[in-house]
């Protein structure tokens, strides 16, 4: 399975339009190759270089199988018309909270996982509580990372 962005290319620099430099909205995300037997896909995006730890920038599940990427600037709703859900990211909210490092250059990873049945996950999830749930459902895993600095 492959993820890919047509806004920034793995290991390189987000563009500020996706972070809180700029307008803070999510960048369009595509995959490709699921394996056979998926039912549903959750995608999750964090900065694992954050001072206390792993922050969590995006958590969106319950994608249906038919999809093969996420438009740029999805709205921060619950639940999107297509059916999928979004959860809580580290900041409480609901849906896409852009890169936005206090200092140095950190690694914003985004995670796509095929899972092998539909969940039907209610919206607000956290990524503690996500994980769990999906854990046993994993039939493949992609990811895509891309860097961001703040200039000062």
């Not at 563009?15 to 998926?38: K, V």
């Not at 639940?79 to 890169?99: A, F, I, K, M, T």
């Not at 749930?133 to 200039?151: N, V």
Request: proline share 11%.
């Amino acid at each position: 399975m492959n993820l890919s962005s047509p806004a920034f290319q793995d290991n390189q620099l987000i563009p500020s339009a996706f972070t809180c430099d700029g307008r803070d909205i999510s960048p369009a995300l595509l995959w490709s190759d699921p394996p056979a037997g998926t039912f549903q896909f959750a995608l999750v995006m964090d900065d694992p270089d954050a001072p206390g730890g792993t922050w969590t920038h995006w958590v969106i599940y319950n994608i249906p199988a038919a999809n093969s990427g996420l438009a740029e600037n999805i709205p921060p709703l619950d639940e999107l018309p297509d059916g999928c859900r979004q959860g809580c990211n580290s900041w409480s909210r609901v849906g896409y909270g852009g890169p936005c490092p206090p200092s140095g250059t950190h690694h914003y990873v985004f995670r796509l996982y095929a899972l092998c049945r539909a969940l039907h996950l209610e919206a607000g999830l956290t990524t503690q509580q996500l994980m769990p749930s999906i854990q046993r459902q994993i039939l493949a895993e992609a990811h895509l990372t891309g860097l961001y600095k703040r200039e000062p």
